[in-house]
Every structure is written in C-alpha cells, then in structure tokens.
C-alpha cells in the first residue's frame, strides 16, 4: 500500500488515496502504523475517498485507532495531496466530512500547493452540541476544578468538542499529566481536546493542545480555531488572530456576519512510502 507522509505545522498524518480501492480496516492501520517507534510515525491516518455530495471525502483516525470527526491541518494537506497528486485541478474545493461539508481555497506556487484557507463553519458553545455534562447549557469563562487545579474554561464545538482553558505560561505546563485528566473527564462523555492557552495581545495568541485520541500534537487547526472564537468571545482579542503552536502559526479569522471561522495556514510534503 502507497502512502504519502504530510504535515501541517507540525500536525503530521498518513494520507492514503482511497479514491479506487477501500482500505479494509483503517482503524487497525492506523493504530499499528502511527506507532512512532514501530511504525511510519503519525499523529493518525487520514484516507481520501470519492463523495457523492462533495468533491471528495475525508476519513480521519487517531494514532489510538478512533475515528476522527474533523481535522483542520489535515483538511489542508487533503487539498495539497489532490492538486499536486493531479487528482484535480481545482483551486476551490469542498471536502466532505463528518462534521459536516468544508470549503477550501488552495493557494498555488510553482504548480504545487503551499496553503490552504478552509471555511470551518459555524461555531457552536452549546453544551448539548459538545457535549459537556453537568455545567449548565453553556460553558464560557467557566472555573472548573482539574487535576486538582482551578482552571477557567470555554467549551467550543467546530464539528469535534474542545475545551479551551487560558494559561499564564503555556511552555512549562505537565501536559502529559494534566491532558488526560481533561480528556476523560466524566463532563465530557465523548472526551475532548483541550487547548492550553495564553492571550499575547488582542491579536496573538499562543497554545498548545491535548488531542483526544493522540495526546499532544504540534498543532490542531480545530483546536486553533476553538481558541480563537473562546477568546472573542471572552472579550480576549479581536475577531482576527494568530494563534502560535509549537509546529507553526495558523491565522484564525471569525466572520461575525456570516458566523463562521476561517483558518489559513500551510501544507507540507514529506515524505512517499509504500508498506
């Protein structure tokens, strides 16, 4: 089987072109080969599949072998890998999802992609949509008790549920201690990812993420995403931000008007592979 390595900002995944022939058990392989030490190494497997409502479709697993709703870096590097791979040659497309359609602008240099814009649709902070359990029916600047600390959280849902939770310091945090704490917490029945982050100024903010399913990432386009609309609407920033990670920067924008979120950021290459 044919594999592509990509990653954006840092966010990496195996990338598969299902467009012909299914993968049999995605799940399985992507437990046993984004194994770092055993395996091609992967924060998680993202397979391209034909569509019958969209250009194409995306199925996404975690490095544990669950199954993903939606990945913002991911969705960018689906772009990347359909235009240069020839597979279209559209620079406007719409990918299907589990969270639902995404509509993406590709920017193109020397024939190949180098970013990506995705409209990320609308935000939700209700509870029900996340879900988070036990909190009332919205969770905004909310102080809750974790790992017996006192943290103050937003809940977002982008099409997968995050807990967004500001820091003084985000680079010395434990998040090997403190990530799974959030992530199986009983408030969140379906678990979640949890974004770590420090408010530079009205325009910049810095994070790092817990994903669920794969622990620390070096970036998370929904997690970043989450942030940013958490941040606003906690008064934070302005509608317009970069959010710093530890992989890159991805520019987060959240249109009022139309109530949507839009995130703009690279799509890197790695390498090709056959197992």
């Not at 409209?119 to 600047?141: K, R």
């Not at 420090?198 to 070096?218: A, F, L, P, Y």
Request: glycine share 10%; aromatic share 8%; proline share 4%.
């Amino acid at each position: 089987m044919k594999f592509t390595k990509m990653h954006g900002c840092g966010n990496d995944y195996i990338y598969v072109d299902c467009t012909k022939t299914p993968m049999e058990d995605p799940s399985g392989f992507s437990l046993k080969y984004s194994d770092r030490h055993k395996g091609i190494g992967a924060d998680g497997l993202i397979t391209i599949n034909p569509s019958d409502v969209a250009d194409f479709r995306m199925a996404m697993y975690n490095a544990d072998g669950s199954e993903g709703a939606m990945c913002g870096n991911g969705i960018r590097c689906v772009a990347k890998f359909v235009y240069d791979k020839g597979l279209t040659d559209k620079t406007h497309l719409v990918i299907e999802t589990k969270a639902g359609l995404k509509y993406l602008d590709l920017t193109v240099e020397g024939g190949k992609v180098t970013r990506v814009r995705v409209d990320m649709g609308t935000p939700t902070t209700a509870a029900a949509q996340i879900p988070v359990v036990g909190l009332g029916d919205e969770v905004i600047g909310q102080k809750v008790n974790v790992a017996r600390q006192d943290w103050t959280m937003t809940c977002v849902s982008v099409g997968n549920p995050h807990a967004v939770v500001w820091v003084h310091e985000a680079a010395y945090l434990d998040l090997q201690s403190v990530g799974p704490k959030f992530e199986l917490h009983p408030m969140f029945p379906d678990r979640v990812n949890t974004e770590f982050a420090r408010i530079i100024d009205r325009q910049n903010i810095e994070m790092r993420v817990w994903e669920r399913g794969s622990g620390e990432t070096m970036a998370c386009g929904t997690g970043a995403t989450a942030t940013a609309y958490a941040a606003w609407r906690n008064g934070l920033t302005d509608k317009k931000v970069t959010v710093h990670l530890l992989g890159g920067d991805l520019e987060i924008e959240y249109d009022e008007e139309r109530n949507t979120m839009y995130m703009t950021g690279p799509a890197v290459t790695v390498f090709e592979g056959e197992v």
